[in-house]
């Protein structure tokens, strides 16, 4: 069955530290891959996505994610969390063979301490 | 542009009542998506428009639910005889023309429904 999996509901880390949240899809082929982000009363924000080319992909707010198809991993990456970047994450893929909807994980939620 | 806007952006109802909500999509944005998300859970696709043609719909789209998009600008969408399980939160998204996969879509703040 095809999906998205976020295996870490919820994460904790101290402002200044540097942050991973995991993302693994099961697609038959390499879909679009994204990143969102969703703030409390805010609707979902795109920080990045991969299409094709390089792997690593820079996005907004010093994020960046890389691709790697040996694993079926887009894990998203900050070098230093600020405690403005606390929110839901959300990694969605879009498949190629079709491209109208997302699919979406379960999130992770961000905490950061100071 | 505003961005992608719904109403209302609380709503709270009694089992057995209908509700519908609004959205607004970005102006030249002709594909325009609903999706729901239900606590802990991320957006789970209901439908999609392109233009005011109602072109896929997911099966948690039951039969008491109806969209419309009926001069391909904004939608609405109707959930009757709400229930219980029906409490989430409702979140459109719209995209450019063209309306490749790989294209953002861009999402409102969405509507959270409460069935009392």
């Known amino acids: 069955a095809q999906s998205v999996t976020q295996p870490d509901i919820h994460i904790t880390v101290s402002e200044g530290a540097s942050l991973e949240l995991r993302c693994n899809y099961s697609?038959?082929?390499?879909?679009?891959l994204f990143w969102y982000v969703q703030s409390p009363g805010q609707g979902l924000q795109l920080l990045l996505k991969?299409?094709?080319?390089?792997?690593l992909v820079q996005g907004i707010k010093g994020f960046e994610a890389e691709f790697k198809r040996s694993q079926s991993s887009f894990n998203l990456r900050k070098p230093s969390v600020h405690w403005s970047d606390a929110a839901e994450y959300f990694c969605a893929v879009a498949l190629t063979n079709t491209g109208n909807q997302f699919y979406f994980g379960t999130g992770t939620s961000l905490t950061v301490i100071p | 542009d505003t961005g992608v806007s719904q109403n209302p952006r609380h709503k709270i109802t009694k089992r057995g009542q209908n509700v519908t909500f609004r959205c607004d999509p970005i102006?030249?944005?002709?594909?325009l998506y609903w999706y729901r998300q239900t606590l802990g859970q991320g957006p789970e696709f209901l439908t999609y428009f392109q233009n005011e043609a109602q072109l896929e719909k997911s099966r948690l789209l039951s039969d008491r639910f109806s969209a419309e998009r009926p001069k391909g600008s904004f939608s609405t969408l109707e959930i009757q005889r709400t229930e219980q399980g029906d409490s989430a939160m409702y979140l459109c998204?719209?995209?450019?023309?063209?309306?490749?996969?790989?294209?953002?879509?861009?999402f409102g703040p969405g509507t959270r429904l409460t069935v009392l």
């Open positions: 998204a719209s995209k450019v023309s063209g309306g490749a996969s790989y294209n953002e879509q861009f």
């Open positions: 991969y299409l094709s080319g390089d792997t």
């Open positions: 102006s030249e944005h002709n594909r």
């Open positions: 697609y038959g082929a390499t879909p679009y």
